[in-house]
């Protein structure tokens, strides 16, 4: 183990003492119930989650709006093309009947509700 791996657990278990996470590790039932009740359902985790975990993963599944990014869609396409397979563009269905409607209201954001 290289002395920067053992820095940065060594910071990130300091951080972790600091919260309500626990010890951060994906077996650890506070951790779990953690993971339920906190985050964001468009942005997700603070970058203290370690998202290679599955319990995360899971976690973020159940809760968060799936989007799809442009240059995703973009590359996927160009795969497909280059095999010979059909190609369609996921991003002019209607997301209207695929994600439920968000408001300004619904994010506890001031920066993004206020009115300029």
Not at 64 to 90: N, S
Request: neutral net charge; glycine residues 4%.
């Amino acid at each position: 183990v290289s002395a920067a791996s053992i820095c940065a657990k060594v910071t990130r278990d300091v951080i972790l003492e600091r919260t309500t996470l626990a010890s951060g590790y994906p077996a650890d039932p506070t951790t779990k119930e953690w993971l339920k009740v906190n985050g964001d359902v468009m942005l997700g985790y603070s970058d203290i989650v370690r998202f290679s975990w599955g319990t995360a993963v899971e976690a973020m599944k159940k809760k968060c709006v799936k989007i799809t990014h442009r240059v995703d869609v973009e590359m996927e396409q160009q795969r497909k093309q280059e095999k010979g397979e059909p190609v369609d563009d996921p991003l002019k269905r209607r997301v209207v009947d695929e994600m439920p409607l968000y408001t300004a209201l619904t994010f506890d954001c001031p920066r993004l509700c206020e009115v300029v």
